[in-house]
């Protein structure tokens, strides 16, 4: 089995509510909350594991808060490894207006991580033996330097491990310089990369793959939201479109997506394939309130159905 290693700088504890109209200036009685541990690497590693798979999640721990995302780790038989750092550990609050099913979404900002502290966390990827795909989701926070992903990426190649990253900005470009086997940016992160507005489909066909050319990213998976993803290889561009279901929310829909590309992948399926389950797992993460992810009979019966359909419009040709 390939071990699957997965990177959040910057985790939070998602507290989750509903409320029957969203007022100013009124006292609003909320339903009792829901704690779920959150965080882009943390997610992908929850989603791995409602799939009938296992990773690790490394992440930094601090404060109460930490404590509170340790355990609810462990209720959710997450293997971790938590990086102790000094600030607390962020709060997200999500709000759903029941009587309009719209969803309000506060996310904290990261708290600063010190010197000492990253360097803790490259420490322990420079000492693990066995790694064979490392995921790094979300944005780097105060105190963490822009080239930190690519000094994870340094590690990575010298581990011959995968690379899958997910996140934006210059981390992303400066990532992007040392080598990654699989990068997951949507259309603005596309743009952002390669430094001009891409809105129609061949330009962002044209882009991809001069990204593919250059020699430093494998594969690159473009999320186009509710249309599906574009694979972009030295095979050429693929496409899967989204099914369409009824949204209850899509918190962790990339981040269930990844994981299903990443879990799949783990398993020797073909890149086709692997990107056909990771929309299944995005798809199925919308199916449900709050932040609970995909759940596996949903991720099944989509995926049989993303495959019928490509195998029907195939025989049609």
Known sequence: MKSIFTITLSPAVDKSSSVDHVLPEHKL???PPKFEPGGGGINVSRA?????????????????????????????????????????????FIVVESSTNRQFRFGMPGPEILEGEWKALLGFLENETS?????????????????FYRQVARIAKKK????????????LKEAVKEGIYLLKPNIRELSQLVGKE????????EAALDIIDQGKIEVLVVSMGASGAMLASRDGVFYVSA???????TVGAGDSMVAGIVWSLSREWDPA??????????????????????KLQDVETLFRWIKTSAEKRHSRI
Not at 131 to 147: A, C, E, H, M, Q
Not at 160 to 171: C, I, K, Y
Not at 198 to 205: R, V
Not at 273 to 292: H, V, W
């Open 29 to 31: 009685r909320c339903i």
């Open 48 to 92: 791995i594991k409602k799939l009938g798979g296992e990773s690790i999640a490394i992440y930094t721990k601090g404060g109460p808060t930490g404590e509170l995302l340790q355990k609810l780790l462990e209720e959710e038989k997450i293997k971790q490894h938590p990086i102790q750092v000094k600030s607390w550990n962020r709060e997200n």
């Open 131 to 147: 790694i064979d795909y490392l995921v790094v989701s979300g944005s780097t926070p105060p105190g963490v330097p822009p080239d």
């Open 160 to 171: 011959n491990a995968r690379l899958v990253l997910d996140t934006s900005g210059e981390p």
């Open 198 to 205: 891409l809105n129609t489909g061949p330009e962002q066909e």
């Open 243 to 249: 099914p369409s279901v009824a949204k209850k929310s």
């Open 273 to 294: 394939d692997s990107l056909r389950y990771g929309i299944a797992c995005g798809t199925a993460a919308t199916m449900n309130p709050g932040t609970e992810l995909c």
